[in-house]
């Protein structure tokens, strides 16, 4: 099959290209490489550096590649951003699924598989594990945005028959998610922590999280590729994880003694954010395979890596 991944130089897009590739399909990566990084790109796909803003530049990427399948993972991903600057969100979030739609009616593909987030569309709720069915009242544009992108998807669905499966994932981790970022806060400790840098806590560690680890929402795009189309899954765990947990447990891989500094909540920060996964499981046939404790292990081995290849001399050794 051709498979179109956008965002294929970001942190998730590059796992989904790695695991199309290795099943034999044949794969290229349109992405801006505004947070996207050339060295995520797998030299196997074919490669466009191209604005999802820029309608003809789209349309020429799926008039030249024909892609079967889209899988739609370019996203303006960063909730602060979307407050900062809500147009510019809008821009890529929902200008830029339009775009890429158009592209696709115009050529025939036959499926969009979308990412669209949990947590960020639910907004607070008491009802946890919380399901696809759950109202949707999203807290920032960002959650707006990607909400919007899926109701365009739908539309598309209805009045040309193009086939969806959207994707809510939890608070996916693993190698090549941005250290210095905002979120991700497996590789934000992680790579405090080798550094020998005291991590902050928002609050008192008690907030949650639903962790999934990057290879397993990789192949949950796998199994999308065929089978069950037009309807809307969560891609999680189902389970809690506290913040406490989470820089425990980063502490244990990476031999950190510290103690975290307590900071204050940042305002509009979820408390609890945990997804059912029933009907993934169900209907997919997907269950999450790597467990917390190992993703964290791999997460690090990977930050170890990349920070020896730039600083050799500052990198503690392995507990
Ligand atoms: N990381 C998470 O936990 C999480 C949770 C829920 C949903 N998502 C969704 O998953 C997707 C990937 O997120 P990520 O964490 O890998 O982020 P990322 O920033 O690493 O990847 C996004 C990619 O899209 C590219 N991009 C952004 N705007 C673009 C544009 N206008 N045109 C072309 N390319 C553009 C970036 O360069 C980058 O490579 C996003 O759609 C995000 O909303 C992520």
Excluded at 48 to 72: A, G, M
Excluded at 82 to 90: C, E, G, I, K
Excluded at 246 to 253: E, Q
Aim: aromatic share 8%; charged share 20%; glycine share 10%.
């Amino acid at each position: 099959m051709r498979i179109l991944v956008t965002g294929g130089a970001g942190f998730i897009g590059s796992h989904v290209t790695d695991r199309y590739l290795a099943l034999g399909h044949e794969v290229a990566v349109l992405d801006n490489l505004s947070t996207g990084k050339r060295e995520n790109l797998n030299p196997q796909a074919r490669f466009y550096e191209v604005d999802l803003t820029e309608p003809d530049c789209v349309r020429k990427v799926v008039q030249e590649f024909r892609p079967h399948i889209i899988n739609h993972h370019a996203a303006q991903a960063s909730v602060a951003l979307s407050v900062q600057q809500p147009l510019a969100d809008a821009e890529s979030n929902i200008s830029g699924m339009i775009n890429l739609l158009e592209a696709a009616r115009e050529k025939g593909v036959r499926r969009v598989i979308y990412s669209s987030t949990g947590g960020a569309i639910y907004g607070a709720t008491d009802h946890l594990p919380t399901p696809e069915t759950h109202p949707t009242n999203p807290l920032s544009p960002y959650g707006c945005s990607k909400l919007c992108g899926e109701e365009y998807l739908k539309t598309w669905h209805r009045l040309y028959g193009l086939q969806y499966v959207i994707f809510r994932y939890g608070n996916v981790y693993g190698p090549r998610q941005d250290a210095h970022g905002e979120a991700g806060v497996v590789a934000i400790f992680g790579r405090l922590m080798l550094e020998g840098k005291q991590p902050t806590i928002f609050g008192r560690g008690h907030k949650t999280r639903d962790y999934v680890y990057v290879c397993d929402v990789a192949e949950a795009n796998a199994l999308a590729l065929s089978g069950p189309a037009n309807d809307t899954f969560n891609l999680a765990t189902g389970s809690q994880t506290t913040d406490q947990q989470v820089f425990d447990t980063v502490a244990a891989a990476t031999g950190y003694a510290g103690p975290p500094i307590y900071g204050p909540e940042r305002l509009g920060d979820l408390q609890h954010s945990c997804l059912d996964i029933t009907k993934a499981r169900e209907i997919l046939g997907w269950a999450p395979q790597v467990s917390f404790a190992e993703g964290v292990a791999r997460t690090v081995a990977y930050l170890r890596e990349q920070a020896e290849e730039q600083h050799p001399e500052a990198i503690s050794d392995p507990p």
